[in-house]
Nanobody, 118 residues
Framework: QVQLVESGGGVVQPGGSLKISCATS????????MDWYRETQGKERELVAE???????WYPAPMKGRVTISRDNAKNTTTLEMRNLQPDDTAVYYC????????????WGQGIQVVVSS
């Protein structure tokens, strides 16, 4: 059974930083790329960051310089560090894993709330 469990969310003040993590089980971790998405009410889920099997990160332009994604293959986890958070960053953040090769295979976490508010 595949499980993705996000942790580390909460409330942070504008300008603050937060680190969220995603612990996985039930997959061969080093065969999966890792993504972080976020979703706010009324908007489509958007990609925040991704990291390849080899550990290469990629960020969409709006996120560059504000987030860092990493993976720990020994602990089967991925982490998203976020800096200079603003109220617009308030969202539910989701971890996603996707098989790097072979038939399409992907799984989502249940999501974790991040609130940026003073």
């Amino acid at each position: 059974q595949v499980q993705l469990v996000e942790s580390g969310g909460g409330v942070v003040q504008p300008g603050g930083s937060l680190k969220i993590s995603c612990a996985t089980s039930g997959i061969v971790f080093n065969e999966f790329a890792m993504d972080w998405y976020r979703e706010t009410q009324g908007k489509e889920r958007e990609l925040v960051a991704e990291i390849t099997v080899a550990g290469w990160p990629w960020y969409p332009a709006p996120m560059k310089g504000r987030v860092t994604i990493s993976r720990d293959n020994a602990k089967n986890t991925t982490t998203l560090e976020m800096r200079n958070l603003q109220p617009d960053d308030t969202a539910v953040y989701y971890c996603k894993v996707k098989k790097a090769w072979g038939p399409e295979e992907a799984y989502w976490g249940q999501g974790i709330q991040v609130v940026v508010s003073s």
